[in-house]
């Protein structure tokens, strides 16, 4: 299946400043790409949707302007908490929808687990 | 959007098939049937998906009824390494196709 990688796997931080994380398809060029969160004990969460040059949908209830997405190649989606505080502490998760696929199918990528202290 | 039931816990002996179903009774024709499972701390994997007949690939089956209103992913040897929350999904039929994600089933399986 298609590949989707993550960068970085975790990331420690102070509260208040911001993160970055990638997001790649490696092997499938990406019009859409989702941002997804967990917690602990939960499922995932759909924040937002990223398009390849245009500007992210969000769900309803998340912060558009907290979490600035930026999809400007083919290949590559970035998501940034600003600002972070312990609140945003969670694992985060991208996904790529493979075009080829008739069904549109998804894949993930590993992961983000983020700790703000 | 089509929401789906899936029980929230099963146990599997190891060796023997793991049958997990889910409920989709709300799915309108166009839409599939996707199955993703997640490791722990890991990201979702792939599985499989149909549409209206029955799936088949190297991990997994999928056996879904005729007037597909459910669904059932059968692992035909189930190993310590399918230990894992299965995710049964309905392609969302808004502009962008998400993905909503319900609780899963967690399957354990047993020495």
């Known amino acids: 299946g298609a590949v989707v990688s993550q960068h970085p796997s975790w990331v420690i931080c102070k509260s208040g400043t911001s993160v970055k994380i990638e997001c790649r398809s490696l092997d499938f060029q990406a019009t859409t790409m989702f941002w997804y969160r967990q917690f602990p004990k939960q499922s995932l969460m759909l924040m937002a949707t990223s398009n390849e040059g245009s500007k992210a949908t969000y769900e309803q209830g998340v912060e558009k302007d907290k979490f600035l997405i930026n999809h400007a190649s083919l290949t590559l989606s970035t998501l940034t908490v600003t600002s972070a505080h312990p609140e945003d502490s969670s694992f985060y998760i991208c996904s790529a929808r493979d075009p080829a696929s008739p069904a549109e199918t998804q894949y993930f990528g590993p992961g983000t687990r983020l700790l703000v202290l | 959007d089509a929401k789906t039931t899936q029980p929230p816990s099963m146990d599997c002996a190891e060796g023997r098939a793991a049958n997990l179903p889910c409920n989709h009774s709300t799915i309108s024709g166009n839409e599939y049937v996707y199955w993703y499972r997640q490791i722990h701390s890991q990201g979702p994997q792939y599985i499989i998906h149909?549409?209206?007949n029955n799936e088949t690939n190297e991990m997994a089956s999928l056996i879904i009824t005729e007037d597909r209103k459910s669904s059932t992913l059968i692992l035909p040897h189930a190993t310590l390494r399918d230990t894992a929350v299965y995710y049964c999904?309905?392609?969302?039929?808004?502009?962008?196709?998400?993905?909503?994600f319900g609780t899963g089933t967690s399957l354990t399986v047993i020495p």
């Open positions: 149909g549409l209206k």
């Open positions: 999904i309905v392609r969302a039929r808004r502009t962008g196709n998400q993905f909503y």
